[in-house]
């Protein structure tokens, strides 16, 4: 350990850290354009220069290891006047067109000019600027402008150390050097998006996104990605209602506009995939069921909750009464949250009967965003992906759902065709992606015998279709809970949105089930887990304060310390 | 042969009685507008003239024919459609006893120019201007509407207070002319007091004149007394629900009760329809000189005399709207009952007294 | 602050007897009467829509939208006068420009001019002085509601 003091602070850190990183410890935020805590130095930007006592000329704190006693300013007028002149340099051939860039808002340079930058500018007139290409489209997710590039490097470390396909380079020398690919050939991987999010300024910028708000018309909701057992962290950027501009018609409110990863250093560290990025397009998709539907003579029929309820609690307890509690079962889901399985696992036991079947999504085909040679259900990489692509198949089975739905429904469809199951409720559909056709079909005929067959989900189905009830649910942005991820680390997922139409929070729904079965009253997320804390043995002692925003893992052996991945609010994206 | 001159006299005087309220209307906006800086009607027009606004009463008669005539829901729909015309009636039968001039000579034939000459005169005034406030209470309480029942409330109190007042006030002077009979009253006026002054009303009974001015406006449901209607307060009051030619009939009305009041006023303390020293024959000035005048002339200059006094008196009576603010509804009443018919009371001792001394 | 009357404790004889300040009241209004009657100039009425009274040309009017020399928009779609919006009626969908150094066009620009507070932040907060106040027009007065929202086309014709 070594101690040394800036600004007069004491910090005590190990050795071989930089100065930039104590700094940070001790509370001074240095500013810096190329410096990456998750990328390697390359000390090209010079904005981190500080002042060391002893040393004649300023040192970049970036790639300069702390020494004992070492006494450091990070803000002297003649550090300040520096960092002026290195600003001025970095603007030299920067355009002003901060009101057109998707970065405004969220740019680094834009902040930091603010913040220390403010120089008197020698250059006369823009037109001495220095003019490169605009818009250039490097594959199907990212524009590239090279005019707004500062060369701070980032993107190439990126490319060169996290997903290795080097694919990013300096062109030219002097003013006219550029960032590009070779021949401008397009970017690939599943990566492509953390591209933007490194990029300090806008010269990287997201297509998907490009145009489509502007960040402070969004506010960030915590949320956890949905889209494999890895769990990233992220955030949602959504327009609330009742948020800041709320009447621009062609910005519509209640909607999530982008994800951005959460910094989580055992999870994902900086990153996500372009799939879960993309993923809130399934939240705002045309097909999503918005209200209960019961089967009539002429097809599903829109309904209201209260009849919903009523019939499906009268008509369970009715066949639980004819043919025994057996006769009744319910379906776990790995899509949905450890509360709502538990609910359902709660209400279950109050009937006398007690589920062990969970199902598992396994996609077909592709995903928006996803480059690979087989399906995303088979898709795995060495960085972030999991061949899982369910985001609580450790949770639902830690609730006590321990069979898998397979090939014949873990006995379930035998059992339904021999008729002694009579009533299935199930979270979500079981049957979405069935890889074989024969088996979806035979499976989809069973059901059809069922007396009573509840489907509750966010999106309609061929098994919703042949429901006797249909229960919409929502997405995982419209409601809280926690998710179980493949390390067994229990994380929040928050509401960011209000439900579409009249569909409610699917724990909402289960709990008035387990009201109406006297198994107790449920009023948020949160109480549901405490009642879960206290009955599943696997989730003894915690609750949604010590989850926070790391997470607990599962059985409870550990937090995590404070510092290992701790970010400071407001700082905006790029850290 | 009487009796078409009769009716000739009655259509003469209704007629001119309804184009005074109509004409009213226009005075009373242009008068307000110049009052307050402003230009008032001159939008109206027949082949691009708009003869000084004066279209406008003529629009206005057009709009309110034309206009739904609206009954409210839970109205009682017999007293609602006749509460204007019980409103309205009295109005104009009061002016049957005013006279406006002396008589015509024509021939042989000698004309009153009064429609009727009644000896109880001045009573007949009272009796049916208190019919009056009933088309008032009866509209505002058929109309089913708070606003129009409290308007219909507070114009029978106050008519009733003032009604009280108004009688009281002018007993000063019948004491002084010893007459109730209009066409005496204004004969009387005619004499002259040391050979100089007329003796007309407002000079025998100053004060009764400035009280009866005052329970007259307040009669007629005017600014400063226009409580039951009171725009600010309840809206229209009793004239609320009305519509069309309905709430034509209680706008005419109250116009045509400004003429009354100042035919009235006229009558009673400015000589009515006398120019002083003008006689049967011609002027005769106390100085001595003479001025001989065919008798028709003298008809004539008295009718005139007659108008113009009352056009000067509407002309102030709309002036007063325009000056003065509301009362409160206790102020009206306070000085309805503690202020006015003590004073009228008082009036009327000191009167008897100084008749007393003088006779 | 409100203002306090000091009022007397009684009135006035004067006061009381209602008549000479009634009286006093009424000729204030029959000298205007009379003034107005015999010097009609000097009445303040305007004959509106055929006489107008001159307007100060630094009065905010309706929007027009600027053109570059080849008649398109200035406007680069930036959102900046949607943000600075007290009333919320500006709206805006940006589009591609085809020409890279401008980047953004908007596809959708309209101003809901019955939700308009006509405050000039939005032309404040322009970095193209693409919007401007300054038409000369006033206001735009519509039957229904609807029609009073105006879009790109409207607005470039100023």
């Given at each position: 350990?070594?101690?040394?003091?800036?600004?007069?602070?004491?910090?005590?850190?190990?050795?071989?850290?930089?100065?930039?990183?104590?700094?940070?410890?001790?509370?001074?935020?240095?500013?810096?354009?190329?410096?990456?805590?998750?990328?390697?130095?390359?000390?090209?930007?010079?904005?981190?220069?500080?002042?060391?006592?002893?040393?004649?000329?300023?040192?970049?704190?970036?790639?300069?290891?702390?020494?004992?006693?070492?006494?450091?300013?990070?803000?002297?007028?003649?550090?300040?006047?520096?960092?002026?002149?290195?600003?001025?340099?970095?603007?030299?051939?920067?355009?002003?067109?901060?009101?057109?860039?998707?970065?405004?808002?969220?740019?680094?340079?834009?902040?930091?000019?603010?913040?220390?930058?403010?120089?008197?500018?020698?250059?006369?007139?823009?037109?001495?600027?220095?003019?490169?290409?605009?818009?250039?489209?490097?594959?199907?997710?990212?524009?590239?402008?090279?005019?707004?590039?500062?060369?701070?490097?980032?993107?190439?470390?990126?490319?060169?150390?996290?997903?290795?396909?080097?694919?990013?380079?300096?062109?030219?020398?002097?003013?006219?050097?550029?960032?590009?690919?070779?021949?401008?050939?397009?970017?690939?991987?599943?990566?492509?998006?953390?591209?933007?999010?490194?990029?300090?300024?806008?010269?990287?910028?997201?297509?998907?996104?490009?145009?489509?708000?502007?960040?402070?018309?969004?506010?960030?909701?915590?949320?956890?990605?949905?889209?494999?057992?890895?769990?990233?962290?992220?955030?949602?950027?959504?327009?609330?209602?009742?948020?800041?501009?709320?009447?621009?018609?062609?910005?519509?409110?209640?909607?999530?506009?982008?994800?951005?990863?959460?910094?989580?250093?055992?999870?994902?560290?900086?990153?996500?995939?372009?799939?879960?990025?993309?993923?809130?397009?399934?939240?705002?998709?045309?097909?999503?069921?918005?209200?209960?539907?019961?089967?009539?003579?002429?097809?599903?029929?829109?309904?209201?909750?209260?009849?919903?309820?009523?019939?499906?609690?009268?008509?369970?307890?009715?066949?639980?009464?004819?043919?025994?509690?057996?006769?009744?079962?319910?379906?776990?889901?790995?899509?949905?949250?450890?509360?709502?399985?538990?609910?359902?696992?709660?209400?279950?036991?109050?009937?006398?009967?007690?589920?062990?079947?969970?199902?598992?999504?396994?996609?077909?085909?592709?995903?928006?965003?996803?480059?690979?040679?087989?399906?995303?259900?088979?898709?795995?990489?060495n960085l972030l992906i999991q061949k899982d692509k369910n985001p609580n198949t450790r949770g639902v089975q830690a609730v006590g759902f321990h069979k898998e739905f397979t090939l014949d429904g873990a006995g379930l469809l035998p059992a339904i065709e021999r008729g002694e199951i009579k009533a299935l409720y199930c979270l979500g559909d079981p049957l979405r992606d069935l890889q074989n056709k024969e088996t979806f079909l035979s499976a989809l005929s069973a059901m059809e015998r069922l007396e009573l067959l509840v489907v509750q989900d966010a999106y309609p189905s061929d098994l919703a279709s042949r429901a006797t009830w249909v229960l919409p649910g929502v997405t995982f942005a419209e409601k809280e809970g926690t998710f179980t991820n493949f390390q067994g680390r229990v994380q929040r997922i928050r509401k960011a949105i209000e439900p579409l139409g009249e569909a409610k929070a699917d724990w909402e729904i289960l709990s008035e089930f387990v009201k109406r079965f006297e198994g107790g009253e449920f009023s948020s997320a949160e109480g549901i887990f405490e009642a879960l804390a206290q009955e599943i043995p696997a989730f003894h002692g915690m609750t949604y304060e010590m989850i926070g925003s790391k997470g607990v893992m599962l059985p409870l052996t550990q937090t995590l310390s404070p510092q290992s991945g701790e970010r400071a609010k407001g700082e905006g994206f790029n850290p | 042969?009487?009796?078409?001159?009769?009716?000739?006299?009655?259509?003469?005087?209704?007629?001119?009685?309804?184009?005074?309220?109509?004409?009213?209307?226009?005075?009373?906006?242009?008068?307000?507008?110049?009052?307050?800086?402003?230009?008032?009607?001159?939008?109206?027009?027949?082949?691009?003239?708009?003869?000084?606004?004066?279209?406008?009463?003529?629009?206005?008669?057009?709009?309110?024919?034309?206009?739904?005539?609206?009954?409210?829901?839970?109205?009682?729909?017999?007293?609602?459609?006749?509460?204007?015309?019980?409103?309205?009636?009295?109005?104009?039968?009061?002016?049957?006893?005013?006279?406006?001039?002396?008589?015509?000579?024509?021939?042989?034939?000698?004309?009153?120019?009064?429609?009727?000459?009644?000896?109880?005169?001045?009573?007949?005034?009272?009796?049916?201007?208190?019919?009056?406030?009933?088309?008032?209470?009866?509209?505002?309480?058929?109309?089913?509407?708070?606003?129009?029942?409290?308007?219909?409330?507070?114009?029978?109190?106050?008519?009733?207070?003032?009604?009280?007042?108004?009688?009281?006030?002018?007993?000063?002077?019948?004491?002084?002319?010893?007459?109730?009979?209009?066409?005496?009253?204004?004969?009387?006026?005619?004499?002259l007091i040391g050979g100089w002054i007329p003796k007309w009303g407002i000079l025998v009974q100053p004060i009764s004149f400035f009280l009866f001015l005052a329970t007259a406006m307040a009669e007629n449901k005017r600014i400063p007394f226009d409580l039951p209607e009171g725009d600010s307060e309840i809206v229209a009051g009793y004239h609320l629900e009305y519509s069309g030619f309905r709430f034509g009939m209680f706008f005419l009305g109250e116009y045509a009760e400004i003429v009354v009041i100042s035919a009235l006023v006229t009558t009673l303390f400015f000589g009515g329809w006398q120019i002083p020293y003008l006689y049967g024959n011609g002027f005769h000035f106390p100085w001595g000189a003479e001025l001989a005048i065919v008798p028709w002339a003298v008809s004539l200059l008295q009718v005139g005399s007659f108008s113009i006094k009352v056009l000067f008196f509407c002309w102030l009576l709309v002036l007063t709207r325009w000056t003065f603010p509301r009362f409160r509804y206790d102020q009206v009443m306070r000085m309805g009952w503690k202020m006015i018919l003590p004073l009228a009371l008082a009036n009327i001792v000191v009167t008897g007294i100084v008749l007393l001394i003088f006779n | 602050m409100a203002i306090v009357v000091q009022r007397k404790e009684r009135l006035s004889l004067a006061e009381r007897l209602y008549i000479p300040i009634l009286l006093g009241g009424l000729v204030v209004t029959t000298r205007r009467f009379f003034r107005n009657l015999f010097h009609p100039e000097n009445l303040v009425t305007v004959q509106y829509p055929e006489e107008r009274r001159p307007i100060s040309p630094q009065l905010r009017f309706r929007h027009r939208l600027t053109k570059r020399e080849d008649g398109t928009p200035r406007c680069v779609a930036c959102m900046c006068c949607p943000t600075a919006c007290p009333a919320n009626c500006i709206h805006i969908e940006p589009q591609e420009h085809s020409d890279p150094t401008i980047e953004k066009r908007p596809a959708r620009f309209e101003i809901d001019l019955s939700r308009c507070v006509f405050c000039g932040l939005c032309v404040e907060a322009c970095p193209c002085d693409a919007i401007r106040m300054d038409t000369g027009k006033l206001g735009s007065p519509s039957y229904q509601l609807k029609n009073m929202v105006v879009d790109i086309d409207f607005l470039l014709k100023g």
């Open positions: 350990m070594m101690t040394l003091t800036i600004d007069g602070k004491k910090v005590e850190v190990p050795e071989g850290t930089k100065v930039i990183e104590a700094a940070q410890k001790a509370g001074i935020t240095i500013p810096r354009f190329c410096y990456h805590p998750a990328l390697s130095i390359a000390g090209v930007c010079r904005l981190c220069t500080v002042a060391i006592e002893g040393q004649k000329k300023g040192a970049i704190s970036c790639n300069t290891p702390v020494a004992e006693g070492m006494v450091v300013y990070t803000n002297t007028p003649e550090i300040q006047e520096t960092r002026k002149g290195i600003y001025e340099l970095h603007m030299a051939n920067h355009p002003i067109d901060c009101p057109v860039c998707d970065q405004s808002g969220e740019c680094v340079l834009q902040n930091y000019y603010m913040q220390v930058g403010r120089y008197k500018s020698a250059f006369k007139n823009t037109a001495e600027k220095v003019q490169k290409r605009k818009v250039v489209h490097l594959g199907e997710k990212i524009v590239l402008d090279t005019e707004r590039c500062i060369l701070c490097d980032r993107c190439v470390r990126f490319c060169n150390e996290i997903t290795k396909n080097y694919e990013l380079n300096r062109f030219n020398r002097g003013n006219h050097t550029e960032i590009g690919t070779f021949e401008n050939r397009p970017l690939t991987g599943n990566y492509q998006e953390n591209l933007v999010d490194v990029c300090p300024v806008g010269a990287l910028l997201s297509k998907d996104f490009r145009f489509k708000v502007r960040v402070w018309w969004v506010e960030p909701v915590d949320s956890i990605c949905n889209q494999c057992s890895r769990g990233c962290n992220i955030q949602l950027h959504v327009r609330k209602k009742g948020g800041q501009v709320q009447n621009t018609v062609f910005h519509p409110t209640n909607e999530v506009y982008r994800i951005k990863p959460r910094l989580h250093a055992d999870v994902n560290s900086y990153w996500i995939c372009d799939v879960g990025r993309y993923s809130y397009k399934q939240i705002h998709t045309e097909s999503r069921l918005s209200q209960p539907l019961k089967k009539g003579p002429r097809g599903l029929q829109a309904k209201g909750w209260a009849d919903a309820f009523e019939d499906i609690a009268s008509r369970m307890r009715g066949i639980a009464q004819k043919s025994g509690p057996s006769s009744v079962a319910a379906l776990g889901s790995a899509q949905h949250t450890n509360e709502e399985n538990y609910l359902l696992w709660r209400w279950m036991k109050k009937m006398g009967t007690s589920p062990t079947v969970y199902h598992r999504a396994v996609p077909k085909g592709g995903r928006p965003g996803f480059h690979g040679d087989v399906d995303w259900g088979e898709f795995e990489d | 042969m009487d009796f078409l001159i009769e009716v000739i006299k009655v259509f003469v005087v209704a007629i001119m009685l309804l184009n005074m309220a109509a004409i009213l209307t226009w005075v009373e906006r242009k008068e307000s507008a110049l009052v307050q800086d402003r230009v008032g009607p001159n939008r109206a027009s027949i082949f691009g003239m708009s003869l000084i606004g004066l279209l406008h009463p003529v629009a206005d008669a057009i709009k309110m024919i034309m206009k739904e005539d609206f009954v409210p829901q839970h109205a009682n729909r017999f007293l609602f459609k006749i509460a204007p015309a019980l409103a309205v009636f009295p109005v104009f039968v009061v002016f049957a006893v005013i006279p406006f001039g002396d008589v015509l000579q024509i021939g042989e034939r000698v004309i009153k120019l009064q429609i009727a000459d009644l000896n109880v005169g001045i009573l007949y005034i009272f009796a049916l201007s208190s019919l009056a406030v009933y088309g008032v209470i009866i509209g505002g309480w058929a109309s089913n509407n708070k606003y129009s029942l409290l308007g219909g409330m507070r114009a029978a109190s106050q008519m009733i207070s003032y009604e009280v007042c108004m009688g009281v006030t002018l007993v000063g002077l019948f004491m002084i002319f010893g007459t109730v009979e209009l066409d005496d009253l204004v004969r009387y006026q005619g004499e | -």
